[in-house]
């Protein structure tokens, strides 16, 4: 089951839109409801507002969809993080082949896979002992662009 993340912001929708294009560094020409702030895209509707949080392979990423609902005072926003990619229309037969040639080129490979583990394995190691920091999880950056970046609360 998906962790479901709530956010308070202490205003009105239009103020958090004020928000949001106040931090924009870039935006998208092509699509004025698409916004960037740093890394993250942001793609407003008129009934709801995207929050594209981190890139997720070569067309997809994963994004906050909340449910807003609005008060007099302030805003909550309620959703999960998803990963949202391409869509794959090929048939059941192709996805078979295609599966079994993916399980032959992970035997193939699986001596070079076993080195990255064990450098992965080290890398670990040495992090713990000299202690830097970890990787941004993709929780790390919904957190950062909602409440460092557009000022909400977390719930």
């Not at 294009?21 to 507002?49: A, C, H, Q, R």
């Not at 959703?79 to 599966?99: F, L």
């Not at 064990?118 to 002992?129: A, G, P």
Request: aromatic residues 14%.
């Amino acid at each position: 089951m998906k962790k479901e993340y709530t956010f308070e912001f202490y205003g009105t929708k239009q103020q958090l839109l004020n928000k949001i294009s106040s931090n924009i560094l870039d935006n998208n020409f092509s699509n004025p409801k698409t916004f960037y702030i740093g890394e993250y895209m942001i793609y407003v509707t008129s009934d709801k507002i995207e929050f594209g949080i981190q890139r997720g392979g070569h067309s997809g990423g994963y994004w906050y969809i909340p449910a807003i609902e609005e008060f007099e005072d302030h805003l909550v926003l309620s959703g999960t993080i998803r990963y949202i990619g391409p869509e794959d229309n090929r048939g059941k037969a192709s996805k078979v082949i295609g599966e079994i040639f993916f399980v032959l080129f992970i035997i193939l490979l699986s001596p070079i896979l076993l080195l990255f583990k064990i450098y992965e394995l080290i890398d670990r190691i040495v992090r713990k002992i000299s202690k830097k920091p970890k990787p941004i999880t993709t929780e790390g950056k919904l957190f950062d662009l909602m409440v460092n970046k557009l000022g909400c609360i977390t719930k």
